[in-house]
Every structure is written in structure tokens, then in C-alpha cells.
């Protein structure tokens, strides 16, 4: 998979390279956690299943460690191969926009999500090796940004495929509800594509990328309602705001005010108070 005509300078690489360090650092402990694991299993059979990876049964016997262990757990080399060619390829590009702290941060809440969506929507007897978290918050994170964005893939490494990359995000949801539904064996790893691919989708619309959600639009909604509180005077606030529920409540009643009607009365005596404080 490749970004459609992507071409580099000489300072786009030099460049580029700096901002793979938290990308690259993934990777590598992707691979050493792996090559960790397979050494584990062959000296104790059934440890990384019993000890590592997240389960119910784990949560309740007080395993916290699970949730960090098992996000870098990988069922088999394949799964690794895929998980870490995703990562590398749309990686290196989601960390260019995003940056180093953000990435990690979405890569991180991928994980836990991915693994928090595994105990909610999965058997208590399933136990998930919950790589594929983060991979998937990032797969949607990517959509999200560069939703019209051309990717070209191999598919079966032979046919040339080519899909924008709001479709590749589209197919991370879809993938994961279908396997929930179809595959609820006792170990998997697919558990985690939903709850990494919501918290990939979120991440990238709190940062300001996509359309506007109505998480976003909410937050932009209670900022603008502080910044006016702000700017308005005692007077103002007192012919505004405060006056017009006052008379609600000498018509109805206190109970009459809706949640956020006392909100705003609540706010609005505060800043009165803090004004003729300040005064």
C-alpha cells in the first residue's frame, strides 16, 4: 500500500524521518514483545494465554497488567506481519500530522479501548491478544484526516487495488462488527477492531480533524458560552441572563428551569460575584 503519487525532497525526507521516532519505537517493542512471547510459550506452555493476555478471568483475579501486555500480544506471525505493515504504512504519515505525543496518545487509546470493547461485547471466557487495537485506531484516525485520500494495495500481492481512505476506515468498522458476530471462539484478536476504530474516529474529531461530530459541536458550543460570559459585564449579565429566569421562576418556579437554564443562572452569579469582587 502507497500513498498515490507521493513524491519526497531532499528536505521532506530528512524531515519525515524525524518524525517517525515514536512510529519506529512502536514497531520495535511490537517485535520484541513478540519475539518475548514466543520465547515465554516455549519455555511455559499456556503462560502468555493464562498470565498476558487480557481476559474476564484475568480482570477479576486483580491481572491490571493484562491491559498493557496484552496490547502488544500477536496470535501468530501473520498476524504480526499485517499489524505492523499497516502501522508502518499509514504510520508514517499520521505521525507527520498529528505529531509524536499525539500519535503515541492515539495508538495508546486504541489499545485500551480496542481491549475495553473486547471484555463488554465478547464471552467471559474469550481471551483476545489485543495488538490489533491500536493498528485500528489508527487505520480510522487516517480515514479521518485524509478521508478522500487514494491508496493503492496488492491484493493477494498480485491484483493492484485502489480505494480512498475514508473506505478503508468504513471496512475497519464493518470488519469488526461482522467477526464479533461470526467468530466468538475462545481466543481471538479481531475483538478489539471496534473499540480501536471508535476510539481512532473520536481522537482525530477532538484534535479537529473531519467533519464536525456532535461531541465537537457540543465542546465548541459550552466554549463559546464561556468565552460570552467572559466578555459581558455585571450589567449585562444581570439584564441578559439573570433577569429573564428570575421571571421564569416567579411565574413557575425554581423547578420550572430546565438543566441548562440552571446551569446559566449558576454561572452567571458566579461571574457577577467575581466582577464586584474584582471592582
Known sequence: ?????????SYTRHWTRQQRIVLLGLIGINLIAFSAQLVIEASQPGFVWSY????DTGIRDAYAWQFLTAMFLHIGPWH??????????????????????????????????????????????????????????????????????????????????????????????VLGLMLLWLDREQTVSHSVYLGGAVAGWIYAHLLGFGHPSL??????????????????????????????LLEKIAR???????????????????????????A
Open 80 to 173: 504480526l506481519l499485517g499489524n505492523m505493515l499497516i502501522l508502518y504504512l499509514l504510520g508514517r504519515d499520521l505521525e507527520s500530522i498529528l505529531g509524536q505525543r499525539h500519535f503515541l496518545y492515539l495508538y495508546i487509546a486504541g489499545g485500551i479501548a480496542g481491549e475495553l470493547g473486547h471484555l463488554f461485547l465478547m464471552p467471559s471466557t474469550s481471551v483476545v491478544y489485543a495488538a490489533s487495537g491500536g493498528v485500528a485506531a489508527v487505520v480510522v484516525a487516517y480515514a479521518a484526516i485524509l478521508p478522500e485520500l487514494e491508496l493503492t494495495a496488492l491484493m493477494f500481492f498480485v491484483v493492484p487495488i485502489r480505494l480512498k481512505a475514508k473506505h478503508l476506515g468504513y471496512a475497519t468498522f
Open 252 to 278: 413557575s418556579g425554581f423547578v420550572s428551569l430546565t438543566r441548562k437554564e440552571r446551569r446559566i443562572l449558576t454561572k452567571a452569579r458566579e461571574k457577577i460575584l467575581e466582577k464586584t469582587s474584582d
Open 215 to 244: 461531541l465537537q459541536r457540543f465542546l465548541s458550543q459550552r466554549k463559546a458560552e464561556a468565552n460570552r460570559f467572559d466578555q459581558m459585564s455585571a450589567e449585562q449579565l444581570m439584564t441578559d441572563e439573570i433577569d429573564p
Open 1 to 9: 500500500m502507497r500513498l498515490s503519487g507521493r513524491k519526497y525532497s
Open 52 to 55: 498476558l493476555a487480557l481476559s
